[in-house]
């Protein structure tokens, strides 16, 4: 009687230890993602997970499902590598406490209309068994349609790509921060608005960045830009 007292103590201990270890990341703007384009064009659609923890960490992802409708190309980038397909799993570069990682997909729709959805666990690779499912989610239709997070969270950003300076329109009407991030999550460059910015990139090598929005602590959204 006593060794099954101490079995089960044991058991529920372990159970209360599991639930005790926090996620070490989130995902910003949210784990599902989801716009509206045109054929031809080039649809580009990011989550972002946030290191919240004290120690660096390493994201592994893997596709859960696909469903991409035919003639279409889809490509998935992560903070270490974009890839020629949808491939079915990757391991991104280290991530240090306030940082990001990312995975990116990529759609161009050519001549066929249609809705694909795309999904991916992401996890830190110290805690397997502590999943999020990414959901991206793009409708191709005959009328122009809105640049995904763009218009949704009422912050526009233009030319993009970029070649000396870019243009940040809100219509929120509150005071909003800014922070640029290149692929390995380094900031590198910051600043704040209320309506309008002009931001110059001509220190900036060419590549790939993201630019992401917080309401104080909040972060609205996450765009993605290409400095030429």
């Given at each position: 009687m006593?060794?099954?007292?101490?079995?089960?103590?044991?058991?529920?201990?372990?159970?209360l230890t599991n639930i005790a270890v926090s996620q070490s990341f989130y995902e910003t703007p949210n784990d599902t993602v989801e716009l509206t384009g045109m054929k031809e064009d080039l649809q580009s659609l990011m989550i972002s997970q946030l290191n919240t923890s004290a120690d660096t960490i390493r994201v592994k992802w893997q596709k859960v499902s696909e469903a991409v409708p035919s003639n279409w190309d889809a490509?998935?980038?992560?903070?270490?590598?974009?890839?020629?397909?949808?491939?079915?799993?990757?391991?991104?570069?280290?991530?240090a406490p306030g940082a990001t990682?990312?995975?990116l997909l990529h759609v161009t729709a050519h001549v066929n209309f249609g809705t694909a959805i795309v999904r991916?666990?992401?996890?830190?690779?110290?805690t397997p068994?502590?999943?999020?499912?990414?959901?991206?989610?793009?409708?191709?239709?005959?009328?122009?349609?809105?640049?995904?997070?763009?218009?949704?969270?009422?912050i526009r950003i233009y030319p993009n790509p970029v070649t000396n300076i870019l243009q940040i329109r809100s219509d929120l009407g509150?005071?909003?921060?800014?922070?640029?991030?290149?692929?390995?999550?380094?900031?590198?460059?910051?600043g704040s608005m209320i309506s309008s910015v002009s931001v110059s990139t001509d220190g900036l090598p060419s590549g790939c960045y993201f630019v992401t929005f917080l309401d104080r602590s909040k972060i609205l959204?996450?765009?993605?830009?290409?400095?030429?």
């Open positions: 006593n060794l099954l007292k101490h079995i089960v103590l044991l058991g529920l201990c372990l159970a490509t998935i980038c992560d903070n270490s590598i974009c890839y020629a397909s949808l491939v079915d799993s990757g391991r991104m570069i280290p991530t990682s990312f995975l991916y666990a992401v996890w830190d690779e110290t068994a502590q999943r999020d499912t990414l959901t991206f989610i793009v409708h191709i239709t005959a009328t122009a349609g809105i640049t995904g997070a763009n218009d949704a969270s009422g509150t005071d909003i921060t800014f922070r640029v991030t290149d692929l390995s999550g380094k900031e590198v460059q910051r959204s996450t765009h993605k830009i290409i400095k030429e």
